[in-house]
């Protein structure tokens, strides 16, 4: 009997062998081809090969180190991207935390700016009081029979050029906003109020204006009969819109001026200075400009018909849109009034007929455009 027993116990010891060597199996298609075909090879149920097999696959695929390692990494990965997407957040929330903490700082600052700006108009405002007073006493001393000669005492004359002086630029408001420009209206107020007092108008320019600091003066959409005005420092005025025909500003300075549609036809601008001004727009119809000096001045869309040029600075100007009278405009110029500057502005800019601009007498007008 136990002779008998060896076969069957050697053949189960070769399955268990067996068994474990499927269940060691590492190569993947071995590992397949075992299980796929466990049931035609292994038809018992409980054979330990059959078995061995599916251990064998379950471990190499979804067990082993290397797979617990990937998947762990995996979801670690998958955590690590979460928790990364959650900070992101967080720092946006916060981020639109300073941001609007900024923008309510920002808010604060601009209403502290505007209200020292009104604090600081309103001050200026009580100048118009002083102003009153002054004029007031003006018009007493040349309503004086006796002051034929129209001029003014010299305290009084003192008084008006410590006005102008108090009367300094400053940003108000405008449509809800601060103007980007210190102005001062106060100054532009004086000074029409001054050259439509009727005073000897040598006297003043001498006397008065000479001496007084016009700069940033703000006189928009005046309409004066016309001023008489010497050698008067008018930089950085702001004089757009204002009709000055007629008048005269001989020697005068309009440096870095806003003077944007503002007319000066028939006016006497003789050696008076543009150096950078604005003046879209403006009109110098038959203006006498002699040896006036236009250097980098905007003369876009202006007007320049009949307007004496003769030796006048026009360097770096701009000039695209202005009209003039005469289809040979920049050779004339050139030649016959001796512009300088006008050699490089010909290769900038060429003419052309204008049919739709509204002329002086039907005038044939020509249009400057660039080339």
């Given at each position: 009997?136990?002779?008998?027993?060896?076969?069957?116990?050697?053949?189960?010891?070769?399955?268990?062998?067996e068994?474990?060597?499927?269940?060691?199996?590492?190569?993947?298609?071995i590992?397949?081809?075992?299980?796929?075909?466990?049931?035609?090879?292994?038809?018992?149920?409980?054979?330990?090969?059959?078995?061995?097999?599916?251990?064998?696959?379950?471990?190499?695929?979804?067990?082993?180190?290397?797979?617990?390692?990937?998947?762990?990494g995996?979801?670690?990965?998958?955590?690590?991207?979460?928790?990364?997407?959650?900070?992101?957040?967080?720092?946006?929330?916060?981020?639109?935390?300073?941001?609007?903490?900024n923008?309510?700082?920002?808010t604060?600052?601009?209403?502290?700016?505007?209200?020292?700006?009104?604090?600081?108009?309103?001050?200026?405002?009580?100048?118009?009081?002083?102003?009153?007073?002054?004029?007031?006493?003006?018009?007493?001393?040349?309503?004086?029979?006796?002051?034929?000669?129209?001029?003014?005492?010299?305290?009084?004359?003192?008084?008006?050029?410590?006005?102008?002086?108090?009367?300094?630029?400053?940003?108000?408001?405008?449509?809800?906003?601060?103007?980007?420009?210190?102005?001062?209206?106060?100054?532009?107020?004086?000074?029409?109020?001054?050259?439509?007092?009727?005073?000897?108008?040598?006297?003043?320019?001498?006397?008065?204006?000479?001496?007084?600091?016009?700069?940033?003066?703000?006189?928009?959409?005046?309409?004066?009969?016309?001023?008489?005005?010497?050698?008067?420092?008018?930089?950085?005025?702001?004089?757009?819109?204002?009709?000055?025909n007629?008048?005269?500003?001989?020697g005068?300075?309009?440096?870095?001026?806003?003077?944007?549609?503002?007319?000066?036809?028939?006016?006497?601008?003789?050696?008076?200075?543009?150096?950078?001004?604005?003046?879209?727009?403006?009109?110098?119809?038959?203006?006498?400009?002699?040896?006036?000096?236009?250097?980098?001045?905007?003369?876009?869309?202006?007007?320049?018909?009949?307007?004496?040029?003769?030796?006048?600075i026009?360097?770096?100007?701009?000039?695209?849109?202005?009209?003039v009278?005469?289809?040979?405009?920049?050779?004339?110029?050139?030649?016959?009034?001796?512009v300088?500057?006008?050699?490089?502005?010909?290769?900038?800019?060429?003419l052309?007929?204008?049919?739709t601009?509204?002329?002086?007498?039907?005038?044939?007008?020509?249009?400057?455009?660039?080339?």
């Amino acid at each position: 009997m136990g002779l008998e027993s060896k076969p069957s116990d050697l053949g189960e010891q070769l399955r268990q062998i067996e068994a474990k060597l499927i269940e060691q199996e590492h190569r993947p298609w071995i590992l397949f081809w075992n299980y796929v075909r466990r049931k035609k090879k292994w038809p018992d149920e409980n054979d330990i090969r059959r078995k061995a097999s599916a251990k064998a696959i379950i471990w190499r695929f979804f067990a082993s180190p290397t797979t617990l390692a990937i998947a762990s990494g995996g979801l670690l990965g998958l955590a690590t991207l979460f928790f990364l997407w959650k900070q992101n957040k967080h720092f946006e929330v916060q981020n639109d935390l300073f941001e609007l903490q900024n923008d309510k700082i920002e808010t604060q600052n601009l209403r502290v700016e505007q209200q020292t700006h009104l604090i600081e108009a309103s001050r200026r405002s009580s100048q118009m009081f002083i102003m009153g007073e002054v004029l007031s006493d003006l018009n007493q001393e040349l309503e004086n029979k006796t002051n034929e000669s129209r001029i003014l005492s010299s305290s009084l004359v003192g008084r008006i050029r410590s006005l102008n002086q108090a009367m300094k630029p400053y940003r108000y408001m405008e449509n809800d906003e601060l103007i980007k420009t210190p102005l001062s209206p106060e100054r532009g107020q004086l000074l029409v109020a001054l050259l439509n007092s009727d005073i000897d108008i040598d006297f003043l320019s001498e006397k008065i204006l000479s001496f007084s600091n016009l700069s940033y003066a703000e006189m928009r959409d005046e309409r004066p009969n016309f001023f008489l005005i010497y050698n008067a420092n008018l930089n950085f005025t702001e004089f757009s819109g204002t009709n000055f025909n007629l008048s005269e500003f001989s020697g005068c300075t309009f440096d870095n001026a806003n003077l944007n549609s503002t007319f000066f036809n028939g006016c006497d601008l003789v050696e008076t200075s543009f150096k950078n001004a604005k003046l879209n727009g403006a009109s110098f119809y038959s203006a006498k400009m002699h040896r006036a000096d236009l250097t980098g001045a905007d003369l876009s869309n202006c007007i320049l018909s009949k307007s004496v040029l003769e030796d006048v600075i026009m360097r770096d100007v701009n000039l695209d849109g202005a009209m003039v009278d005469r289809k040979d405009w920049f050779t004339y110029v050139r030649d016959s009034l001796k512009v300088i500057g006008i050699e490089k502005l010909s290769e900038q800019y060429s003419l052309v007929e204008n049919k739709t601009k509204e002329t002086f007498n039907s005038e044939v007008w020509y249009k400057i455009v660039q080339n």
